[in-house]
């Protein structure tokens, strides 16, 4: 023999894992144990309580409400996509067997043999009061304005409560049902598009920089059709803003540095020097002659 104590369980010496794939295979035994000796027919024993009181149809006694057998529990139909199971359990009073059956359409237990279910239902109307619910379905209001209400009411319950609950109800089962790993695919082939568009927009604008000599901490804007046109009429602004200081400079040159001199300025030129000519003539004439002084 051998003992393995990691998995705290006895493995006889011919045991091969391999070949008996686990210890219940090696011994012939199913998981379940006596509970699945019928599980060839369908049926599994599970417990199962009394769901309501019931009075046995062999026997005649009465069983409370809560009271556990061994049931066998076996898969008889369908309503759409609920299956519809019985129990069958054997009297613990009697040698009988009677049936329950699950009934997903009321959403309830009925008893299909064996026994019968203790009526403890309390209708209003029979002891004097008035019915809750219309249980009659097949009738109708003989009122067109009632019905004309009802119809109108039960549309703005609609439209106004049912519909956004589903709506919200759909939004949130989307949000924790969806799939984390396409969601997270989506949000990184997302990022990554991102992520290629700024590189190429940040190769583009290095490119300009470089070409015109710009800071590198100069930020450029989007180029865009509204970006074009309000650079265009900046440049066409200034232009003109250009012109004009050069027009007017050019008029200041020119009417400072004239070629053709005024009449004004020949006139008092002539007279400056035809002033300077007479002096110079004035000093000649008065200067007295030279004195020769001679030898004793």
């Not at 009073?93 to 279910?117: H, M």
Request: hydrophobic share 30%; net charge positive; with cysteine.
């Amino acid at each position: 023999s051998s003992y393995h104590p990691g998995f705290n369980k006895y493995y006889p010496p011919d045991y091969d894992g391999a070949k008996h794939k686990s210890l219940n295979a090696y011994r012939g035994k199913h998981a379940l144990g006596d509970r699945a000796r019928k599980l060839d027919q369908g049926i599994l024993i599970t417990r199962f309580e009394l769901p309501f009181n019931i009075w046995c149809g062999t026997c005649n006694n009465h069983i409370g409400m809560g009271v556990r057998y061994n049931a066998e529990k076996k898969k008889v139909g369908m309503y759409y996509s609920t299956p519809i199971y019985s129990f069958r359990c054997k009297c613990h009073l009697c040698d009988g067997w009677f049936e329950i059956q699950t009934d997903p359409k009321n959403t309830r237990y009925v008893v299909v043999s064996g026994a019968r279910q203790k009526d403890e239902e309390w209708n209003p109307e029979e002891n004097g009061g008035f019915a809750i619910h219309d249980t009659d379905a097949s009738a109708t209001s003989t009122d067109p304005l009632t019905a004309l209400e009802k119809s109108t009411d039960a549309q703005n319950h609609l439209m106004k409560v049912q519909m956004p609950r589903l709506d919200s109800l759909q939004g949130l089962s989307d949000h924790y049902n969806n799939d984390p790993y396409a969601r997270s695919a989506v949000v990184r082939k997302h990022f990554r598009a991102e992520k290629k568009l700024e590189a190429a927009k940040r190769a583009a604008d290095d490119q300009i920089k470089g070409r015109y000599a710009l800071p590198e901490s100069l930020k450029l804007i989007e180029d865009d059709v509204d970006a074009r046109n309000e650079a265009r009429e900046e440049w066409e602004k200034s232009r003109k803003e250009y012109e004009a200081q050069t027009s007017i400079r050019k008029a200041r040159l020119s009417s400072s540095a004239s070629p053709h001199p005024s009449t004004d300025t020949l006139s008092s030129l002539r007279a400056r020097i035809l002033g300077n000519t007479r002096r110079s003539s004035l000093l000649i004439r008065t200067k007295p002659p030279e004195r020769k002084m001679g030898l004793k």
